[in-house]
């Protein structure tokens, strides 16, 4: 795991049936882009999440292929239709192997 | 034709400079986590009436999609710090085995701290910054190295310590003890350092409001510091951010932790008085 990798989910606790909701990602994660040297000259390798996912009672809401470019603790907010109570699942998936994850339940109002 | 052409460009010139000018602070109002209204625009503190009416947080300064951002901890990259440091702040180091816990239990305790530093230490006779007193906590009552003056580590440990005191005036005291600290600063403040000749007023408490170049000049509050710079996605200390300053002027600079900084910080944290912690701010 690399060191430090720590996601945080801010997802409202209740919404009404066909709400739309605004869902906020952000995970700590240093996302070391394979481009820099290191004071010797050598290439750090890269290690980076490349690909984050949400779903919601078992049906995928986002899935996100995610490059290089992108910068140290990536952030996504995006929007979420809540058709029904249950939960949200997130998933980061690291370059070394590694799976973050975290969940959040909703109830309905 | 000569005469025309001079006339032309003549008002060319005025035209640039026409864009130069002022740009008035935004007419906004921080409400950081939709509950707690932070002063941002308040009346000048007295001592500064010769100088300035109103003093402006350098929240107003920034653009619409920055002062969205440190509106909500979740938005706010600093918090990350802010989140490393309780880590720290919870863990024992040093030869005493003890964490800044073990004294001083949750980092809620620590409101208002940072609200009147820097400060005078009775004990030692000299005027301290949080990282000072940060260090001294480190060296002698948990056996730990010191930090480095404006290293990670410790900008991180001040900003968790800002971020209980969110919302409190800035109230440094100026008076007794102080007053010598605080006069050599306002010297500081007001002298003219480096190849440009520049003294901290002639941008910040005379041209504040103005463009440099593509930069809206604010008045150099440090209410917001530690600031998470979204140029070097970090957080930087008062004392860096001083450094930066003077060697703009082309100037050799102080070091972070000297004296005269420590007196410039108390000079400058004194002219935001009545203004509303924000550490950790988010600055461009």
């Not at chain 2, 800035?170 to 007001?190: F, H, M, R, S």
């Not at chain 2, 998470?228 to 972070?256: I, M, Q, W």
């Amino acid at each position: 795991m690399a060191s430090g990798a720590k996601p945080r989910v801010k997802v409202p606790k209740t919404a009404a049936a066909g709400d739309t909701i605004t869902i906020k990602t952000l995970i700590s994660h240093k996302m070391e882009s394979g481009q820099r040297k290191d004071k010797e000259g050598n290439a750090i390798p890269r290690s980076i999440i490349n690909r984050f996912t949400c779903d919601f009672n078992g049906e995928n809401v986002i899935d996100v292929a995610m490059e290089p470019a992108i910068s140290t603790n990536p952030f996504f907010e995006f929007e979420a239709l809540v058709p029904e109570a249950g939960e949200f699942k997130f998933t980061w998936y690291d370059d070394d192997g590694s799976v973050y994850e975290e969940s959040k339940t909703i109830a309905m109002a | 034709m000569t005469l025309l052409k001079n006339t032309l460009s003549a008002v060319a010139v005025l035209s640039i400079m026409g864009a130069a000018v002022s740009a008035e602070p935004a007419d906004d109002t921080l409400i950081l986590n939709e509950e707690t209204e932070m002063v941002t625009k308040t009346a000048a503190p007295s001592h500064l009436s010769d100088a300035l009416d109103e003093i402006y947080s350098g929240w107003l300064f920034r653009g619409t999609e920055t002062r969205a951002m440190q509106a909500d901890d979740f938005d706010n990259p600093g918090m990350i710090f802010v989140e490393q440091a309780e880590e720290v702040w919870n863990t024992p180091e040093g030869s005493e085995g003890k964490s800044c816990a073990s004294c001083h239990g949750a980092t809620d305790s620590m409101a208002g701290v940072r609200a009147v530093y820097p400060k005078w230490n009775e004990a030692t006779g000299e005027v301290r910054t949080l990282e000072m007193q940060v260090n001294d906590c480190r060296e002698n009552q948990m056996g730990a190295e010191k930090y480095g003056y404006t290293s990670g580590d410790m900008t991180n440990m001040v900003a968790l310590i800002s971020s209980v005191s969110r919302g409190l005036p800035i109230n440094v005291a100026i008076d007794g003890p102080v007053a010598e600290t605080w006069e050599k600063g306002k010297e500081l403040y007001y002298t003219r350092t480096g190849q440009l000749e520049l003294s901290c007023a002639n941008c910040h408490e005379d041209s504040y409001g103005m463009m440099i170049r593509a930069d809206h000049l604010s008045q150099g509050q440090i209410n917001g510091f530690p600031v998470y710079r979204l140029k070097n996605t970090k957080l930087n200390s008062v004392h860096a951010r001083f450094k930066g300053c003077v060697r703009d002027t082309r100037a050799e600079t102080y070091n972070p932790g000297s004296p005269e900084f420590v007196a410039l910080e108390l000079y400058v944290a004194s002219r935001g008085n009545g203004l509303s912690v924000e550490g950790p701010s988010i600055r461009n």
